[in-house]
């Protein structure tokens, strides 16, 4: 089952499930409503700790949600939940949000279950996707990632290298619009082509001079 909220609706209510239910709710989609919060994003993590099964995909974009939304998520991915989607984009995550993200990565260990992880524009900083990348370096399944817009640098864009010669998992990272700098983009290129990524997307990024030649 999928729920949307839509713009405008000022909270939502989630109830347990009644005994013998088939039917789980799967997808969750409350992009643009600022009227979840981050208490709703907590209220919502807690209902989803040490589940296996429940909700597979959050769609949180464009929902002013901060650091206290990240850390509830990533507390929930590292108690064992069934999320495999997660879309934060176009929120202010900032350092500490993209910290607490990664440890639950990180900490979940082989119990994780995500796929799928978006949080481009979300106000990571360049530091906060090195949290992001070093977690990979170990991770077994998030195959999608998007830190698009993030302000990462040459610096993190060395870390994402040294994590894509551990990684065997991911298939496609997306980093658009981000100030690489020649020689870290052109060691990322490098590593890509001895890694299993299949898609990496710079579009945007700017590398200081041509690496055409």
Not at 62 to 68: A, F, I, V, Y
Not at 113 to 128: E, F
Request: hydrophobic share 45%; aromatic share 2%.
């Amino acid at each position: 089952h999928m729920v949307i909220l839509q713009k405008g609706i000022p909270s939502f209510k989630l109830e347990a499930a009644p005994p013998n239910r088939g039917a789980q709710l799967s997808v969750l989609d409350v992009t643009g409503n600022l009227g979840i919060r981050d208490i709703g994003i907590e209220l919502l993590a807690s209902a989803m700790q040490g589940s296996p099964v429940g909700l597979q995909e959050l769609r949180a974009s464009r929902c002013g949600l901060g650091e206290r939304s990240a850390a509830a998520l990533g507390k929930a991915l590292s108690n064992t939940c069934a999320l495999e989607h997660l879309d934060l984009s176009w929120n202010r995550l900032g350092l500490r949000g993209a910290r607490a993200l990664a440890d639950g990565i990180k900490e979940s260990h082989a119990g994780l279950q995500l796929t799928t992880l978006k949080v481009d524009n979300a106000g990571l900083g360049d530091q906060g996707c090195a949290h992001l990348a070093q977690a990979l370096q170990t991770n077994t399944s998030i195959r999608v990632l998007d830190i698009s817009g993030n302000g990462v640098s040459s610096d993190t864009a060395m870390v994402l290298s040294a994590t894509l010669k551990m990684n065997k998992i991911l298939r496609c990272l997306v980093m658009r619009d981000n100030p690489l700098g020649f020689v870290a983009g052109r060691r990322l290129l490098q590593a890509i082509h001895a890694s299993p990524v299949e898609q990496l997307d710079l579009m945007g990024c700017s590398f200081y001079k041509s690496m055409i030649g």
